[in-house]
C-alpha cells in the first residue's frame, strides 16, 4: 500500500515554519537556525577548499618524489653496469658467494659481541 507524505500549509520539509504576510511574502520563524546553518555551509566550504589545496600539493609532491627516485634508480643501474664488482661477481661466482658468506659471518660476531 502506497502512503502519501501529508503536507502542512506554512511549513517545510525540513521542519522551518513560514509565516505568510497580507502581501504574500514569506518570512522565516527560526532567524537563528538560518544563520547557524549559513555559518555552518561557510565552514564546510573553506574546509572543502583547505582541504582540496592539501590533496593537490600532496600530489604534486609525491609526483615529484616519484620522478627523483626514478631518476636515482637510473643512475645506480648505470654505475652498476660498469662496476668492477659486478664483472668480478659475473666471472667468479662461487669465489663471491665465499666473500659474501664470510662478510656475513664476520659482521654477525662483531655485532653478537657487543
Known amino acids: 500500500m502506497a502512503t502519501q507524505a501529508k503536507t502542512t500549509p506554512g511549513v517545510k520539509?525540513?521542519?522551518t515554519t513560514d509565516s505568510t504576510h497580507s502581501n504574500g511574502a514569506t518570512e522565516k520563524t527560526h532567524p537563528m537556525t538560518d544563520k547557524i546553518q549559513d555559518s555552518l555551509h561557510s565552514s564546510v566550504d573553506k574546509l572543502a577548499n583547505s582541504a582540496g589545496r592539501a590533496e593537490e600539493?600532496?600530489?604534486?609532491?609525491?609526483?615529484?618524489?616519484?620522478?627523483?627516485?626514478?631518476?636515482r634508480k637510473r643512475l645506480a643501474e648505470k654505475k652498476w653496469q660498469a662496476s668492477g664488482v659486478r664483472k668480478y661477481?659475473?666471472?667468479n661466482p662461487?669465489?663471491?658467494?665465499?666473500i659474501a658468506f664470510a662478510a656475513g659471518m664476520l659482521v654477525t660476531s662483531?655485532?653478537?659481541?657487543k
Not at 57 to 71: G, V
Not at 110 to 113: G, Q, S, T, V, W
Request: glycine residues 6%; aromatic residues 0%.
Open 57 to 71: 600539493n600532496l600530489r604534486a609532491t609525491a609526483s615529484d618524489s616519484a620522478e627523483n627516485m626514478a631518476a
Open 110 to 113: 662483531l655485532l653478537r659481541n
Open 94 to 98: 662461487v669465489a663471491t658467494a665465499g
Open 13 to 15: 520539509a525540513t521542519g
Open 89 to 91: 661477481a659475473i666471472e
